[in-house]
Nanobody, 124 residues
Framework: QVQLVEAGGGLVEAGDSLRLSCVVAGRTYDRDAMAWFRQAPGKEHEFVAGIAWSGDSTRYADVVKGRFTISRDNARNVMYLEMNSLKPEDTAKYYC?????????????????WGQGTQVTVSS
């Protein structure tokens, strides 16, 4: 069983920064790709960023490109999302996801394992 636990959310002002983390526990396939999704109230899950196991392949949603950076530390089983220049429209619950495949997927159904999420609220 794979468990994902997110942390680092909070209430910030527009222009501020936050760093989210996702700790992975349990049995995993060493080449799993991981990603961050988010869900705002009344909306579907939205792909934010994804990273391959090696860390050298990443993908970003256009709305966060240049502001967010995804990274992972496989030795510590942790993935991060550095979020800069936050905007009110970034307000959402952010979820960590992992898939049993090497390539980054951008659809919710691409991922088998999910965390419980961490809330990020950006005030204007």
């Amino acid at each position: 069983q794979v468990q994902l636990v997110e942390a680092g959310g909070g209430l910030v002002e527009a222009g501020d920064s936050l760093r989210l983390s996702c700790v992975v526990a349990g049995r995993t396939y060493d080449r799993d790709a991981m990603a961050w999704f988010r869900q705002a109230p009344g909306k579907e899950h939205e792909f934010v960023a994804g990273i391959a196991w090696s860390g050298d392949s990443t993908r970003y949603a256009d709305v966060v490109k240049g502001r967010f950076t995804i990274s992972r530390d496989n030795a510590r089983n942790v993935m991060y999302l550095e979020m800069n220049s936050l905007k009110p429209e970034d307000t959402a619950k952010y979820y960590c996801a992992r898939r049993r495949a090497t390539l980054v997927g951008v659809q919710k159904q691409d991922y088998e394992y999910w965390g419980q999420g961490t809330q990020v609220t950006v005030s204007s």
